[in-house]
Each structure stands twice: as structure tokens, then as C-alpha cells.
């Protein structure tokens, strides 16, 4: 390979790597005023983002991303109670039980299909490469949840 290419590999390497690091350490305080634990649903959807409490921009901004979606699109579900946001903090103690339900580690959005009281969890992982790009990040959220409403 010619050092033209190899500097060119070497460059993407290092980007990505960086990238994934900086987006996926959480290792930046940050506090999160918004966070809560929202009763679920009989019938419906619940969406629930998981975080840990240092949270860096890429986790921030998922969330961020998530509820303005959900308020842009789903306002009426939301007033009807078809559909719950819950933000939800997997370092805090108190979380135990909904953390272990979901079976949440680390950042992630699952979405939680109830009907008659029989649930459908599912682990949301395709909104995760659209992270900076603040359409199509929504457009993929508001997908994933109009398959499951």
C-alpha cells in the first residue's frame, strides 16, 4: 500500500476511533433536569431511554433527539396515553427493577409494545448512526416508533 493510502487509512482509523470514544465513554458530568420515571402503559407504547449518570454529548444528545420527536410527532398519543417517554438514569439504585426488565447496560433506547398487558420488548439500535445529523436522527426515532404504535 502506498503511504498516500496508508495515511488516508491511518486518518479514518483514528476518527472513528475517537468518535467512539468521545460518544460512547459517558464520561463527562453532566446533570439531567429532564429525567424521569413516567408510569407505563396498559395499551400502548413505552419508549425508554437508559443512560448513565456521567453522561457525555452523543448520550445528551440522543435523548435530547428522542423527546423532541416524540413531543414534534406523537403530542396526541402522548395526550392519550398510547405512548410514555422514560428517561432513566441505570446507575441510580432506584432504577433496579425497571434497568434489570429491560436488561440495559449502557446507553440504549428500547421500546415496549403492551397490549392486554402482554409486553413486547424490543432494544432500538439503528438511531444510533444518525447522531449529529439532527433529521435524519429524528426521522429514524419517529420510524421506529410508528412501526410499534
Request: net charge negative; hydrophobic share 40%; glycine share 6%.
Amino acid at each position: 500500500m502506498n503511504r498516500v493510502k496508508a495515511a488516508k487509512l491511518y486518518r479514518l482509523v483514528f476518527s472513528l476511533t475517537l468518535a467512539f470514544v468521545i460518544l460512547c465513554a459517558c464520561s463527562v458530568p453532566s446533570p439531567n433536569p429532564n429525567s424521569s420515571v413516567a408510569p407505563g402503559v396498559d395499551n400502548g407504547l413505552e419508549v425508554v431511554y437508559f443512560h448513565r449518570t456521567n453522561r457525555c454529548y452523543g448520550c445528551i444528545y440522543a435523548e435530547d433527539g428522542i423527546r423532541y420527536t416524540i413531543e414534534t410527532y406523537f403530542a396526541d398519543e402522548v395526550a392519550r396515553g398510547e405512548l410514555v417517554f422514560m428517561s432513566i438514569d441505570l446507575q441510580d439504585g432506584n432504577n433496579a427493577a425497571i434497568v434489570n426488565k429491560y436488561g440495559a447496560y449502557t446507553s440504549q433506547l428500547f421500546m415496549n409494545k403492551v397490549v392486554d398487558g402482554k409486553e413486547q420488548i424490543e432494544h432500538v439500535t439503528s438511531i444510533w448512526a444518525y447522531l449529529g445529523n439532527d433529521q435524519a436522527f429524528a426521522n429514524a426515532v419517529k420510524a421506529e416508533i410508528e412501526e410499534r404504535l
